[in-house]
């Protein structure tokens, strides 16, 4: 059901055959209806954690408990939702799909353009040496003032908010939203992604600050003692993710490239409406072309859209494949917190 959201055809056959193989009965895969009515009564908070975590609410969480759902259940389910979810961009990003039973693997970022080019300003931008040379300037700044004041993070998080609504993903209007190999394993594909901010309109759901809802606090002891058995494995994945480097970036060698994974990692949390209170989120737009933010959005919020891209090769210029794929692991756990974060405060709501 997860990996449908995204008609993530590698997920999907990956999991139909598991499915199979341990002799799950095979009516369930003709289509939802098909399936128990605890699976089916799951579907509501599979679309709304997928496209609009946010909206996921005490509400959701109260009709399921008043069914046949424990706490205990739901909690796993939401865990496994997220999961394949993140996996799904993971996937999508690496370009790994399954077309007429054979594996093929084209990452976008590796693409040939097809037709138009970024301009030469937005060009000039990218690269690794202005990277580099940008998180050097960064970490001297941050070294001789390394308080940021609540408001500052405030009002820098408004405007990257209002710029992430401004910058468009591909095919995201019109008929094709409707079109979907496994709606019959999960309906209603027209729901999908909106922005958490939408330019000159104020969100009817506010921001989720890191100070009042953090993983650290909040996600780890509420999975802890919900799903004991996945709660260290979750915090471990995050952590190797977040840290992982081997200190290079592109053809340059003994970089620290913290503050660019931190920038990845916090314009995917902006983009689901979470907001760290301790970062200037000016830093992103230093750190992050326009391009690459694009890509980000897109992997993000809309995988199955990918092969749209048309600026695929000037994205992530100069970093080495590896780095490209260590930005792909990025996306799959900031996804993934980002999305537990909603559906786990939901249900801390409830247990208040």
Known sequence: MAACRHNCSYLVEEQRQAFREAGGPEEWLVGLEYA???????????LILAHQPWLYDIHHVEKLLKSCWSVSE????ICILAQFHALSSYVHGCGIEVSSGELAVQPPFLQACSSGSPSSVELSEGGVDVLVERMRSISLVQSDFNAISEEQTRVSFEKLKKQAANISSPNVDGAEVCKSRYSHLSPNPEFIYVDFHKRG????????KSQDCSWEEHGFSLVSELYSEVADILDNKFKTAYNMTYYTCGHKTHVDTFLFRQAVWNYLHCLYGIRHDDYDYSQINQLLERNLKMFLKTVTCFPERLSSLEASPFIMKGFLNSEKVHVMVLVLEGRLQAELLHGLRALGHYLM
């Open 36 to 46: 128990p009515k605890k699976l089916q009564e799951l579907h509501h908070t599979n």
């Open 74 to 77: 739901l909690t796993q389910a």
């Open 201 to 208: 309109e104020k969100s009817p759901v506010p921001t989720i």
